[in-house]
């Protein structure tokens, strides 16, 4: 059971989620549509980010609306194979039906806190580019004597891409949260 959480629905059901799972693994573990549309949710009564990890008895409640899509960034957060297959399909068949011609282009932003060191951005910047994904806007958000926030609006064709970038910003250390 230690490799487990349990978690349980507003009306008192039990979600069995391998460690570390998030909310997103949650609502695809009660239903796909649940996952598909997700917004929001709270976690023990509390508004909570999605990539927050899940810990045994919490109570999580899935907040949904209509005409919702995954976000193609929940497949670096969701830890369970059928979260990840569901959101895979999703797109899948919504690539389907656009025309083949077009090619899809995804937008995401991320909150980067980064070392106020000289030459930090610019190393980003470019590792940025180096993935293939284009910055399409760069805002600080927040200023500390030891690092600075910045919020990058990022434009990218394929997820591998994405996911790539994601990695290598986890392994240089720096703390990253996708929006």
Not at 50 to 63: E, R, Y
Not at 70 to 90: E, F, N, Q, V
Not at 112 to 129: A, D, K
Request: charged share 25%.
């Amino acid at each position: 059971f230690q490799d487990n959480v349990f978690c349980f629905s507003p009306k008192g059901a039990i979600i069995k989620l391998p460690k570390n799972a998030t909310p997103i693994d949650f609502a695809y573990a009660v239903h796909t549509q649940i996952g598909d549309s997700t917004i929001a949710c709270e976690i023990n009564g509390k508004e909570s980010p999605l990539q927050s990890i899940l810990k045994n008895g919490d109570m999580v409640k899935i907040i949904t609306a209509k005409k919702k899509s995954p976000s193609m960034h929940w497949l670096s957060i969701a830890k369970t194979g059928k979260a990840r297959a569901a959101i895979k399909r999703y797109w899948q068949i919504n690539q389907k039906n656009e025309k083949i011609n077009k090619p899809k282009t995804y937008n995401s932003t991320l909150r980067l806190s980064l070392p106020h060191v000289p030459g930090t951005l610019g190393e980003i910047s470019s590792l940025i580019g180096s993935n293939k994904t284009n910055i399409v806007n760069v805002e600080l958000v927040g200023k500390k004597t030891d690092h600075l926030d910045f919020l990058f609006d990022i434009q990218f064709n394929d997820l591998k891409n994405f996911t790539k970038l994601i990695s290598e910003l986890k392994q240089k250390g720096i703390n990253l949260r996708i929006i």
